[in-house]
Nanobody
Framework: QVQLIESGGGLVQAGDSLRLSCVASGITFREYGLTWFRQAPGKEREFVATIWRATNIYYGDSVKGRFTISRGNGENTAYLQMTNLKPEDTAVYYC??????????????????WGQGTQVTVSS
């Protein structure tokens, strides 16, 4: 059974940095995409970043150059380092896992396992 637990959200000011963590169990990294999505009130769930099949990394256009996704040394943790945060980054951030193909990594409907989400609020 796949279990994902996020942590690290909070309230920060514009320009600040924050690091989110996703501890995953029940997955084999080389078979899965481990992905961060976010959802702001009234908006659709948005692709943020993914580590696909352990070594391939992709970012959403809105966070490219500011966010970095990485794996922990223990392999069962994925981090999302967020820098130069903007008010428009305010959202609930979710960690998701799934055996997705490359063309589907940005589609939340292709992920079968989700964490509970962690709130990130950026004030101006």
């Amino acid at each position: 059974q796949v279990q994902l637990i996020e942590s690290g959200g909070g309230l920060v000011q514009a320009g600040d940095s924050l690091r989110l963590s996703c501890v995953a169990s029940g997955i084999t990294f080389r078979e899965y995409g481990l992905t961060w999505f976010r959802q702001a009130p009234g908006k659709e769930r948005e692709f943020v970043a993914t580590i696909w099949r352990a070594t391939n990394i992709y970012y959403g256009d809105s966070v490219k150059g500011r966010f970095t996704i990485s794996r922990g040394n223990g392999e069962n943790t994925a981090y999302l380092q967020m820098t130069n945060l903007k008010p428009e980054d305010t959202a609930v951030y979710y960690c998701a896992a799934g055996r997705v193909i490359l063309s589907s990594i940005r589609n939340p409907n292709h992920y079968g396992s989700w964490g509970q989400g962690t709130q990130v609020t950026v004030s101006s």
